[in-house]
């Protein structure tokens, strides 16, 4: 029991951490969204944003430690959910904050924008032989489930309290058994067409798709060893997942968030050379990713109709932000909404 | 096969000029200056249109300028290729005056933006030593 609140508090732990170090994962030329000149960073006006910034971070992170002490003493999982969700609101509300304060120091946007004639390839990055691994997996444990079909008992559990208890249940037939690895499909699917996206439709630095590319194909991985394995494990009556193996998991995805951010960080700071604006920030021109400061609303979300990318890269964080001005935008969200509400609804089933 | 284009067009959207005249312009000075050659494929509307973060139909328009001038040829899906143009023998009469007048005007705007005008003389200068003769 309590090694299970152990391993779930060191994902609220990493994410307060994560938060804490945000204003850093942005380019030289930017400052919580707002173009400023490169050694902006360092002046005391900076270090001021950046420290309201970290202290409110803090509170939150605070805030959101009691509430999951509070779960743990009352038994009460439920407040779980509040607690993980506290510190990324909280930050955003400081990024906000952080981005209005920040614009008093922008530096006149440059309308100057530029780009090389150079070809991009038009493959996906990553090779489609590395992209039908995840899906082979998913049939794999689809046809070994199919295989030992009369071993899976008529009820079985599919989820279990803190107490280690059961309290879900399925049932033994094609929707109850296949709907794991049904959804997994689908969202193995959905990173394929993000990831094609990506290389198609976005406007950031080469490093920077290429670590978006890669980061998806392993997480479909993980995600579809997991749902193979769960799929299997469960109707075949092989018990509850374990703190041990819930462990594994969490430390699996630390290892490559945390990759994440190291390898993003670099293709923030050291971006390759010489490839022009679209693929290089050029500080002298201003805004460095060929976007205004006026079309990023607190900071956060990007919205220009005129410009003809669906994704742009991120000006705080890590990856890419849609350009909801884009109407494919819209199609988009509506697709990772749908993807959900079919889970939840095929369950029910 | 051709080559990988090595080139990089810059725009400035605070400028009075269209858009897509800047990039017909920028691309056009590539081809004239042989920086651009025949066979080369310059990349699809769709890429230009993302990088220069403006709408597709300002590079179609551009591209589509270029194609009328006889410098690229559309394909469908594979983008604009650079063919080879003939010069034309015999500009139209009204060709040196227009260039002329173009001339007049950009210099005049550059004078008052405070560039010297030894400055604007030499960079002429050096432009026109390095046109091509034929």
């Given at each position: 029991?309590?090694?299970?609140?152990?391993?779930?508090?060191?994902?609220?732990?990493?994410?307060?951490?994560?938060?804490?170090?945000?204003?850093?994962?942005?380019?030289?030329?930017?400052?919580?969204?707002?173009?400023?000149?490169?050694?902006?960073?360092?002046?005391?006006?900076?270090?001021?944003?950046?420290?309201?910034?970290?202290?409110?971070?803090?509170?939150?992170?605070?805030?959101?430690?009691?509430?999951?002490?509070?779960?743990?003493?009352?038994?009460?999982?439920?407040?779980?959910?509040?607690?993980?969700?506290?510190?990324?609101?909280?930050?955003?509300?400081?990024?906000?904050?952080?981005?209005?304060?920040?614009?008093?120091?922008?530096?006149?946007?440059?309308?100057?924008?530029?780009?090389?004639?150079?070809?991009?390839?038009?493959?996906?990055?990553?090779?489609?032989?590395?992209?039908?691994?995840?899906?082979?997996?998913?049939?794999?444990?689809?046809?070994?489930?199919?295989?030992?079909?009369?071993?899976?008992?008529?009820?079985?559990?599919?989820?279990?309290?803190?107490?280690?208890?059961?309290?879900?249940?399925?049932?033994?037939?094609?929707?109850?058994?296949?709907?794991?690895?049904?959804?997994?499909?689908?969202?193995?699917?959905?990173?394929?067409?993000?990831?094609?996206?990506?290389?198609?439709?976005s406007r950031g630095?080469?490093?920077?798709?290429?670590?978006?590319?890669?980061?998806?194909?392993?997480?479909?991985?993980?995600?579809?060893?997991?749902?193979?394995?769960?799929?299997?494990?469960?109707?075949?009556?092989?018990?509850?997942?374990?703190?041990?193996?819930?462990?594994?998991?969490?430390?699996?995805?630390?290892?490559?968030?945390?990759?994440?951010?190291?390898?993003?960080?670099?293709?923030?700071?050291?971006?390759?050379?010489?490839?022009?604006?679209?693929?290089?920030?050029?500080?002298?021109?201003?805004?460095?990713d060929n976007t205004?400061?006026?079309?990023?609303?607190?900071?956060?979300?990007y919205?220009?109709?005129?410009d003809?990318a669906?994704f742009v890269e991120k000006?705080?964080?890590?990856?890419f932000e849609?350009n909801?001005?884009?109407?494919?935008?819209?199609?988009?969200?509506?697709?990772?909404?749908?993807?959900?509400?079919?889970?939840?609804?095929?369950?029910?089933? | 096969?051709?080559?990988?284009?090595?080139?990089?067009?810059?725009?400035?959207?605070?400028?009075?000029?269209?858009?897509?005249?800047?990039?017909?312009?920028?691309?056009?000075?590539?081809?004239?200056?042989?920086?651009?050659?025949?066979?080369?494929?310059?990349?699809?509307?769709?890429?230009?249109?993302?990088?220069?973060a403006?709408?597709?139909?300002?590079?179609?328009?551009?591209?589509?300028?270029?194609?009328?001038?006889?410098?690229?040829?559309?394909?469908?899906?594979?983008?604009?290729?650079?063919?080879?143009?003939?010069?034309?023998?015999?500009?139209?009469?009204?060709?040196?005056?227009?260039?002329?007048?173009?001339?007049?005007?950009?210099?005049?705007?550059?004078?008052?933006?405070?560039?010297?005008?030894?400055?604007?003389?030499?960079?002429?200068?050096?432009?026109?030593?390095?046109?091509?003769?034929?």
């Amino acid at each position: 029991m309590l090694v299970m609140w152990i391993v779930t508090a060191l994902p609220l732990a990493f994410l307060c951490v994560l938060l804490f170090i945000l204003p850093g994962l942005s380019r030289r030329s930017q400052f919580f969204a707002v173009t400023v000149p490169p050694d902006f960073r360092e002046t005391a006006e900076a270090l001021r944003v950046i420290r309201k910034y970290r202290i409110q971070v803090a509170a939150h992170s605070a805030l959101a430690t009691a509430g999951f002490l509070l779960a743990v003493a009352w038994r009460a999982p439920a407040w779980l959910v509040l607690a993980f969700l506290w510190p990324p609101a909280g930050a955003l509300l400081a990024v906000v904050l952080a981005h209005r304060q920040a614009l008093r120091y922008a530096v006149p946007a440059s309308g100057v924008h530029e780009a090389s004639l150079q070809r991009r390839p038009a493959s996906v990055p990553g090779s489609p032989y590395l992209w039908a691994g995840p899906f082979g997996i998913l049939g794999v444990a689809g046809a070994w489930i199919g295989a030992h079909w009369n071993e899976i008992p008529a009820r079985f559990p599919i989820h279990w309290g803190f107490d280690n208890q059961p309290n879900g249940w399925a049932t033994r037939s094609v929707a109850g058994v296949y709907t794991p690895l049904a959804i997994e499909a689908a969202v193995c699917l959905m990173m394929l067409f993000l990831n094609w996206q990506i290389a198609r439709n976005s406007r950031g630095s080469t490093e920077m798709r290429k670590l978006m590319g890669r980061t998806l194909l392993v997480l479909a991985y993980l995600m579809a060893a997991l749902f193979a394995w769960l799929s299997v494990a469960l109707p075949l009556g092989h018990g509850a997942p374990g703190p041990i193996n819930t462990g594994i998991i969490v430390a699996a995805l630390a290892i490559i968030i945390g990759a994440v951010v190291v390898y993003g960080f670099r293709a923030k700071v050291d971006p390759e050379p010489g490839t022009g604006q679209a693929t290089a920030p050029q500080p002298v021109l201003g805004a460095g990713d060929n976007t205004a400061d006026r079309n990023w609303i607190g900071g956060l979300f990007y919205f220009n109709p005129d410009d003809s990318a669906l994704f742009v890269e991120k000006r705080i964080g890590i990856g890419f932000e849609l350009n909801f001005g884009n109407p494919g935008a819209w199609v988009f969200l509506g697709f990772l909404v749908l993807i959900p509400v079919a889970a939840v609804v095929l369950t029910k089933l | 096969m051709a080559q990988p284009v090595q080139a990089v067009i810059r725009i400035d959207t605070d400028s009075v000029t269209p858009a897509y005249r800047q990039i017909a312009d920028s691309i056009r000075t590539l081809l004239v200056n042989g920086v651009l050659h025949p066979g080369d494929l310059l990349p699809p509307v769709r890429q230009l249109a993302i990088d220069l973060a403006v709408h597709f139909n300002t590079v179609a328009e551009a591209y589509r300028r270029l194609a009328e001038e006889g410098w690229l040829d559309l394909k469908r899906r594979r983008g604009a290729q650079v063919i080879a143009r003939a010069t034309p023998l015999t500009a139209p009469p009204e060709s040196e005056l227009k260039f002329l007048q173009r001339l007049r005007e950009l210099v005049a705007a550059t004078r008052a933006e405070g560039l010297p005008l030894e400055t604007i003389a030499s960079s002429l200068h050096s432009i026109a030593e390095g046109l091509p003769c034929s």
